[in-house]
């Protein structure tokens, strides 16, 4: 592995010490690697850069950005935010599982950290909202470096609490965020698929851009259990004994069922839908994440 897909890892980000450290790692790991294969050809323009056009003034070019890229940049000083985004995280009991790695929610909130620092860094507005059965939490955007520091200290101690109503919570939100923007949710989507459908289509029908990160454990995508186990509800506490091997074809059958209505669904509704689970690295979701910022303009 390339020195910069290290800091790409979760495995390596989560023995880091500070939240701060982990997200401008992840950050500037991935911008690194846009600039190698597979992503090569593929370029970011952040809010403070614009390429060099003939008639610039040289003394504007940005030396460190061309030693790093090859390519000229004019560094621009001041620029008003055009965007404004909401970072929805998951924190119920179900985000809380782990069958080997790191938990749901502590990928989440890693991939919540990132995404903040690389927003900041283009000059829009971010804000964080941790849900579970309600709103737990709500950072309002803001586009200034400090925010930073604000959204990290709310990740660095949230906890899994509570059971999940994703559905009222969407409902709830698009109702209170008037202006458009970016809605990006962060969770493992385990609630009522229905309702959870019902809730993203009223992000689109108040006009907003929606990007879903849906976040699972890889057991719960393989369920590859290899001994007789009991497994219990982080949220309820209900409790179930099961020899894994005689249910998991029909298990993988309905997750499999239930992650392509997902996908479905938010396509039909012009959704980004983008699945992952606590073992992919960072980069797949930053570089949705670029995509979907880039067609915004």
């Known amino acids: 592995m390339e020195d910069y897909r290290r800091f790409l890892n979760p495995e390596l980000i989560s023995r880091l010490s500070s939240m701060e450290m982990k997200a401008r790692l992840v950050v500037e790991g991935f911008i690194t690697g846009l600039h190698r294969s597979p992503y090569h050809g593929f370029s970011v323009e952040f809010a ?21 890229t090859d390519r000229f940049y004019i560094k621009e ?24 790695g790191m938990a749901k929610l502590e990928y989440g909130c890693y991939l919540a950290a990132a995404l903040t620092y690389l927003m900041l860094k283009q ?25 930073l520091h604000e959204v990290l200290k709310e990740l660095d101690r949230v906890e899994p609490a509570e059971t999940t109503d994703v559905s009222a919570t969407f409902h709830q939100l698009a109702e209170r965020i008037r202006r458009r923007g970016l809605i990006v949710i962060i969770s493992d989507l385990l609630d009522e698929p229905d309702k959870i459908i019902h809730g993203l289509k009223h992000f689109r029908h108040n006009k907003h851009e929606v990007l879903v990160f849906h976040t699972l454990d890889p057991f719960e995508k393989s369920f590859a259990y290899q001994r007789e186990a009991i497994f219990r509800d982080l949220e309820t506490g209900e409790e179930i004994s099961t020899q894994p091997w005689h249910i998991r074809g029909e298990y993988v059958r309905q997750m ?38 880039g067609r915004l303009g």
């Open 123 to 147: 000059k829009d507005a971010v804000g964080l909202v941790l849900f579970a059965k309600g709103i737990r939490k709500y950072v309002p955007p803001r586009s200034a470096r400090t925010h």
């Open 77 to 100: 000083f001041e620029e008003e935010t055009n965007l404004k985004a909401h970072i929805l995280l998951d924190a119920s009991g179900s985000m809380a599982y782990r069958s080997d």
């Open 48 to 68: 403070e850069h614009r390429q060099y056009m003939p008639g610039d003034p040289i003394r504007n070019i940005d030396w460190k950005v061309f030693g790093k």
């Open 256 to 293: 499999t069922a239930l992650t392509d209505r997902y996908r479905r669904e938010c396509r039909d509704s012009l959704i980004d839908y983008v699945p992952l689970d606590t073992s992919v690295p960072f980069d797949r979701a930053l570089f949705a994440y670029l995509r979907k910022r």
